[in-house]
């Protein structure tokens, strides 16, 4: 029986340019498909990270 290895949560920025010469829809669309593919771990780890950063500039 396999057992299923969690996968490490992705830490940074949730998006990342992937063309340079893309315009901003198709920016918008890959980001719009990473957000909507990402697990929900990733989801959580990706709001904890921006969530300390924003309290960071506050206090």
């Known amino acids: 029986m ?3 290895t969690p996968e490490a949560p992705a830490s940074g920025s ?3 340019k992937k063309h340079e010469a893309s315009n ?3 920016n918008f669309v890959d980001c719009f498909d990473d957000f909507v593919q990402a697990s929900v771990d990733q989801h959580k780890a990706r709001f ?3 969530i ?3 309290s ?3 206090i």
């Open 14 to 16: 949730c998006y990342k």
């Open 24 to 26: 901003m829809l198709e």
């Open 52 to 54: 300390r950063k924003v």
């Open 2 to 4: 396999a057992t299923k």
């Open 56 to 58: 960071d500039l506050i």
């Open 48 to 50: 904890i990270n921006t």
